[in-house]
C-alpha cells in the first residue's frame, strides 16, 4: 500500500458537510416541486366554482413550535408567521382552509361574507387572488351545510 489507510477514513467534518448537503438537495427539490405545482395549478381554469366566506380567523402568533416548563404550566414558545383559519362555504358544502404566508399579508378582499372563486383538487383548496394566481390552503375539516 503506498497511501496509509487511516486518510481515506471519512471523518466526522465530512460526514456532516455530506449531510448538510444532502438535506439542503432535498430542500430545494422540495421547493422546486411545490413552486412549480403551484406554477401549474394557476394556470387552472376547470373547475372553479364560486364559494363565500363565512369566517376568517387570524393567529397573529403563529404556532406553538416548542414548549417551556414553567411550574406547573408549561409555556408555549410562538414561531411569529402568522395564519389564518377561514370558513368557506362551496355549493351545500363548508370547509375550514388553513392559508399560512411567512410574512403577515393576507388580501384586504377575503373577509367574511364576500364572495371568491375557488377550485378544489386532490385533496387541497385553491383560492383565486385578485390578479388571477391561485393560492393553494389546506383544508383542515370539511361538512354539509344544514340549508
Request: charged share 20%.
Amino acid at each position: 500500500m503506498s497511501f496509509p489507510m487511516r486518510y481515506l477514513k471519512a471523518g466526522p467534518v465530512l460526514l456532516a458537510t455530506s449531510w448538510t448537503v444532502g438535506l439542503s438537495l432535498m430542500l430545494l427539490i422540495s421547493s422546486q416541486a411545490s413552486w412549480s405545482e403551484s406554477l401549474s395549478g394557476s394556470k387552472h381554469t376547470d373547475g372553479l366554482q364560486t364559494a363565500t366566506i363565512v369566517a376568517v380567523q387570524k393567529h397573529s402568533e403563529g404556532r406553538a413550535f416548542d414548549w417551556v416548563k414553567a411550574g406547573l404550566n408549561p409555556i408555549p414558545i410562538y414561531d411569529n408567521y402568522p395564519f389564518y383559519d377561514m370558513t368557506i362555504r362551496v355549493e351545500k358544502k363548508t370547509f375550514v382552509v388553513r392559508y399560512e404566508a411567512q410574512t403577515d399579508y393576507f388580501p384586504s378582499a377575503w373577509k367574511a361574507g364576500s364572495s371568491l372563486t375557488v377550485r378544489l383538487a386532490q385533496g387541497r383548496m385553491y383560492l383565486l387572488r385578485y390578479d388571477g394566481v391561485e393560492v393553494p390552503v389546506s383544508i383542515l375539516t370539511r361538512s354539509s351545510s344544514p340549508h
